[in-house]
């Protein structure tokens, strides 16, 4: 007959190991969890230099889960600006149910911060390198502008390949309920590799991410990155350059056309490496008489010094 096992050493409590980081200020934990605190309704890594009593403490494992539960970004560690550990991971920790309701009701919301500081830097340096990209388009030759911009080809870097395919998953649902909400029946695909294949059916079978590059006086006209009949109702862009810093003006704008009435101007606050999904074209919104058409488009005000690099995530293809 068998002993029945015993612990000689009890399990150690896990909030437990985490009050004594944050006691610590240890930063080697920072990312592992987040504290809240009560008293302050504000969440924080363990690496903050607050100093909370451990009455007023609980533990989250996501940002996600302290944003849901009511708690904002505490203004001396600035966790939201915290970047670390997989794209996926990050992607993964946005609070999606809270950029579903934000798109639904304004047609853009921010997903905070996607991308580190060397992630950035590494998509800037890349620029000069003409083998990454299919082709260069000079705004000026164009009349869409000032500035140029650069399709990325087939060797695109894997952190441009990852967010085009990654942030798809989590849109996808939104973009099916805007197709049913305006009388669409087809869906759009779960995975972005069936949706590339059903673009390429359509004829587009061209890399549509690319990054924008602006120094002083550019600016970019009011447009919609439309590149064919095939057109996912959604798009991201990404900010690699740091406001205020790197460049002065150049707002990311939008407009929205609601039938009868004059456009309305909407300026998406952006910082470095933050992310906002907006609207390609159309939107449906919620009326009187049902669901109606509301066009959008975007552009970037002019810049007054500085240089701006922006990557754009279009996630159908190119004729």
Not at 159 to 176: G, H, K, S
Request: proline share 5%.
């Amino acid at each position: 007959m068998s002993a029945a096992l015993k612990l000689v050493h009890p399990a150690e409590d896990q909030d437990a190991r985490r009050w004594r980081a944050v006691e610590r200020r240890d930063a080697s934990a920072d990312g592992e969890f987040w504290s809240c605190v009560k008293t302050t309704g504000v969440y924080c890594p363990p690496s903050c230099a607050g100093r909370p009593h451990r009455k007023n403490v609980f533990f989250v494992e996501r940002r996600a889960e302290a944003q849901a539960a009511g708690f904002r970004p505490c203004k001396r560690c600035r966790p939201d600006e915290w970047i670390a550990g997989a794209l996926a991971d990050r992607i993964g920790e946005v609070d999606w149910s809270r950029i579903r309701d934000d798109i639904n009701k304004h047609g853009w919301a921010r997903l905070g911060r996607l991308l580190s500081d060397e992630e950035c830097a590494g998509l800037i340096a890349a620029y000069e390198e003409d083998e990454r990209y299919r082709s260069t388009v000079v705004m000026r030759r164009h009349g869409f502008g000032e500035g140029e911009y650069k399709y990325y080809n087939t060797e695109a870097p894997d952190i441009v390949a990852d967010l085009r395919t990654t942030l798809y998953e989590r849109l996808a649902p939104i973009a099916n309920g805007w197709m049913r909400a305006l009388g669409e029946t087809k869906p759009f695909p779960a995975m972005h590799d069936a949706y590339r294949k059903h673009c390429a059916r359509a004829g587009q079978k061209r890399l549509t991410p690319l990054i924008l590059k602006y120094g002083p006086g550019d600016y970019n006209r009011l447009h919609q990155d439309l590149y064919g009949a095939e057109v996912f109702p959604l798009q991201v862009a990404i900010l690699l350059s740091s406001p205020g810093k790197d460049f002065d003006g150049g707002e990311f704008v939008m407009t929205e056309q609601t039938p009868r009435r004059q456009s309305r101007a909407i300026v998406a606050p952006m910082k470095k490496g933050e992310a906002i999904a907006f609207a390609v074209n159309d939107r449906p919104v919620e009326g009187a008489k049902g669901v109606y058409r509301v066009k959008m488009r975007h552009g970037v005000s002019e810049l007054r010094s500085g240089s701006r690099y922006c990557l754009g995530v279009i996630f159908h293809d190119a004729a």
